[in-house]
């Protein structure tokens, strides 16, 4: 779990920045990860949804996104397969389809549908979903390998 969790951090952040020229563009509602974990961050602490993306709600992004990474780190190591990209891809994908179609509205309180910029929020999020993918194959082997070298140094 922790080298799933630490193999998330920098796909996550890589997918926040290819993210970002959006959200300054349209605000939080074009970027449907932000909206989403500003959101679940302002019901967590009774806050007033300010319609921008604060530390925090930054914060809850960059979580979830690591937390993610385990599913795809459990998987690798369960069925003993290589990482590779389109893997990588391959689930970022899924996880767009099995965690933000379904609960955007219940989170948000508005339809992907409704949304002002029609379509466009959505290529962005598939496209970011597949940064992190890629990354996170990538990741992931970077990781593992500082595991087992830092493992080997230590002696345990």
Not at 17 to 44: A, D, N, Q, R, T
Not at 49 to 76: A, E, R
Not at 85 to 95: Q, S
Request: aromatic letters at 16%.
């Amino acid at each position: 779990m922790f080298v799933g969790f630490i193999a998330g951090i920098l796909p996550t952040v890589v997918m926040s920045i290819s993210e970002y020229p959006f959200y300054k563009k349209w605000g939080i509602k074009g970027v449907y990860e932000l909206h989403e974990s500003e959101m679940m961050f302002c019901k967590l602490t009774n806050r007033e949804f300010k319609n921008k993306i604060s530390s925090f709600g930054l914060l809850t992004h960059m979580i979830n996104g690591s937390l993610l990474s385990i599913p795809f780190v459990f998987y690798i190591n369960l069925t003993n397969t290589l990482p590779t990209i389109l893997l990588g891809i391959i689930y970022a994908i899924v996880v767009w389809i099995v965690t933000l179609l379904p609960v955007h509205k219940l989170i948000t309180g508005e339809s992907l549908r409704d949304n002002p910029f029609g379509y466009k929020p959505a290529l962005v999020s598939v496209f970011g979903h597949a940064i992190y993918g890629f990354i996170l194959s990538q990741s992931y082997v970077s990781v593992v390998d500082f595991y087992i070298a830092l493992i080997l140094y230590i002696g345990v």
